[in-house]
């Protein structure tokens, strides 16, 4: 795979730039086919950062590392990219095993009661002609009602953005929580969700 290496403000050795490609290699070989790759390197108050970006044909992966060397700093971002791409690849998988229509719930059989026989017919000593003629009774089965399986919902405060942020930083920092749902506010103070599609895109809602 083809990386593009970033770098503002250090400098890339060649160990760095082969760890790079090989992590890259790794993840590709995850992924399956993949479009672009990016590593950018930058320092920001004696903290080196790596952010790593891959996009794929159907899922894009955005993962940042911080460390007090670059080496540290990309293998955490390769770290968590690869795990993002694991996910992924199992939530693939999952989808594809899931069964496409769902067995109807069979009928319960109808149970019928069985007639009571009167006193003097069971004794052999009542008469025909006093024993009222009985008519047949069409019994219908109607279809059994399919049960309502109860959503089991769990409160949680991490998919809330304490802070104002861009929306590049809200991705970033949905993929660093390893999380499907982020809600947070710009700088402008506009209100946005931004969730992951069961398809794997990135979808912004704002709220108006």
Same mark, same amino acid.
């Given at each position: 795979m083809e990386v593009e290496l970033t770098a503002r403000q250090v400098r890339i050795s060649k160990a760095l730039r082969a760890q790079a490609e090989d992590g890259m290699d790794r993840i590709a070989r995850i992924m399956g086919k993949t479009t672009s790759a990016a590593i950018t390197f930058r320092v920001?108050?004696? %903290?080196?950062?790596?952010?790593?970006?891959?996009?794929?044909? %159907?899922?894009t992966i955005v993962a940042t590392g911080e460390a007090d060397t670059q080496e540290a700093a990309l293998r955490a971002a390769l770290a968590h990219a690869e795990h993002q791409a694991l996910?992924?690849?199992?939530?693939?998988?999952?989808?594809?095993? %899931?069964?496409? @229509? &769902?067995?109807?719930?069979?009928?319960?059989?109808?149970?019928?009661?069985?007639?009571?026989?009167?006193?003097a017919e069971a004794n052999g000593t009542g008469s025909r002609s006093s024993a009222k003629p009985r008519a047949s009774i069409a019994v219908h089965?109607?279809?059994?009602?399919?049960?309502?399986? @109860?959503?089991h919902i769990v409160k949680s405060a991490e998919a809330i953005a304490l802070r104002a942020m861009t929306l590049e930083e809200a991705v970033k &920092?949905? @993929?660093?929580?390893?999380?499907?749902l982020l809600v947070f506010r710009n700088p402008a103070g506009e209100l946005f969700v931004l969730h992951r599609r069961r398809d794997g895109q990135m979808e912004l809602v704002e709220i108006p």
């Open positions: 920001q108050r004696h %903290l080196h950062i790596a952010e790593l970006t891959i996009k794929a044909r %159907l899922q996910r992924y690849r199992d939530r693939h998988l999952g989808r594809k095993r %899931l069964p496409k @229509e &769902e067995k109807m719930q069979a009928v319960p059989p109808v149970t019928r009661a069985k007639p009571r026989v009167a006193p089965s109607f279809p059994a009602r399919p049960t309502v399986v @109860e959503p &920092e949905t @993929e660093f929580r390893d999380r499907d």
